[in-house]
């Protein structure tokens, strides 16, 4: 009985430091790293929340970006980071559910817990103008009946959107030839130019040629629509709702981050999520803000990574 009564109090004395620690975040400034490089949405999105962050925290946000290796490199400086809630990292999916299936990546979903997430933008498959369907059910019927006859182009082998159309086709029962490109703009390109039949890729490089009739956008990869193609279906349109695999954003930190620490982090990052600033960058960049918290986040995380995990089994996507 004294044994073990010394041992609690043992425990108890060894975790004052970090409860006092907990109790005074932050003291200092924190770091975001965000694993892309400058000027994309991820990093224009994740130094707007950062901003509005700062003013709830008190303390500056330092941002610092890691690119490479699909954003595995920067992920990885995230989880080996001291678990003490002054390394965050501001994420997109892909490095966490997606990459991890075609990559060979120095971490785990047990090394990192988020915080939040702060919204999502949609994947959209679009056809030449002359495809012979007018929404996202006839489209899906017309590859059926013609299985393998059609090349969809996407952003590299094993990327969010080969998943996420895969998902989809599997789903359907649909045979549709990949073709990898070296990002959506490159895709589109090569939609343009007629070397493929269907655009799979993000909503800005194909926008505006939608608007200009060049390109008939008829499926969405989420599942809802989306008011910056609204001709486009969304996956609850063809009575998919449940394969919905989209490109969103949120906060990581390392797992063993304390409990105290992850729920200031948590609620200041959320206050900065549903601002109207944050809000209207979202919506400017034809992004949906959807603020999510650190339970709906993870849960999100491992629903969405044991998904993609089966379409990367499915269609043999091996780990370089």
Partial sequence: MKKTTITLALAATLSLP?????????????????????????????????EEAEKDLGQSIVIENRGGGSGSVGMSKVVTANPDGYTVGFVWNSPITTIPHSLNVPYKQSDYSALMSIGYSSYVICAQPDFPASNGQEFLEVLKKNPGKYTIGND??????????????AKAGIKVR??????????AKNFLGGHIDLYGGSIPPIQQHAKAGKAKCLLLTSADRNAALPDAS??????????????WWGLVVPAKTPAAVKARLESAFMKAAETQA??????????????????????????????????????GLQKK
């Fill in 18 to 50: 970090m409860l006092a620690q907990a109790a005074d975040f932050p003291s200092k400034s924190i770091t975001v790293i965000i694993p892309a490089s400058p000027g994309g949405g991820t990093d224009t999105f994740g130094r707007k929340v950062a």
């Fill in 234 to 247: 969304g996956l609850a349109d063809v009575g998919m709702p449940n394969e919905e695999t989209v490109l």
């Fill in 178 to 187: 990949q073709v990898p490109f070296k990002g959506a703009g490159d895709t």
């Fill in 278 to 315: 944050v809000k209207d960058l979202m919506a400017k960049k034809g992004a949906i803000n959807r603020p999510l918290d650190a339970a709906a986040t993870n849960r999100l995380i491992a629903a969405e990574y044991q998904a993609l995990e089966q379409v990367a089994n499915s269609i």
């Fill in 156 to 169: 590299g082998v094993g990327g969010t959107m080969q998943l996420a159309s895969e998902r989809i086709f």
